[in-house]
């Protein structure tokens, strides 16, 4: 069982930016497939960005060229820089593997209003 804790949310004017990190357990981290998961209150929770073992990146459409994601498998920790946050990136925010499991953590706020 992987465990992960999530951090560094908050509230963010449009356009501003915030780190998110997210610590997981596990000797093999470094083999694991990651992602960034976010989730609106009523609504499924969706895929935003990827990285594999390999450092293969993928994004969703709505997140290119503003989020970018990272590992640090030394420090067992995967990260999502995201920038010209708009009011749409407003949701919970939680890493897991990819796919995911069912060992959600408990996420993040991010809240992008003016």
């Known amino acids: 069982q992987v465990q992960f804790v999530e951090s560094g949310g908050g509230l963010v004017q449009p356009g501003g930016s915030l780190r998110l990190s997210c610590a997981a357990s596990?000797?093999?981290?470094?083999?694991?497939?990651m992602g960034w998961y976010r989730q609106v209150p009523g609504k499924q929770r969706e895929g935003v960005a990827y990285?594999?073992?390999?450092?293969?990146?993928t994004y969703e459409d709505s997140v290119k060229g503003r989020f970018t994601i990272s590992r640090d498998n030394a420090k067992r920790t995967v990260y999502l820089q995201m920038n010209s946050l708009k009011p749409e990136d407003t949701a919970v925010y939680y890493c897991?593997?990819?796919?995911?499991?069912?060992?959600w953590g408990q996420g993040t706020q991010v809240t992008v209003s003016s």
């Open positions: 897991n593997k990819n796919p995911p499991t069912i060992d």
């Open positions: 596990g000797s093999i981290f470094g083999l694991y497939n």
């Open positions: 990285i594999s073992s390999a450092y293969y990146t």
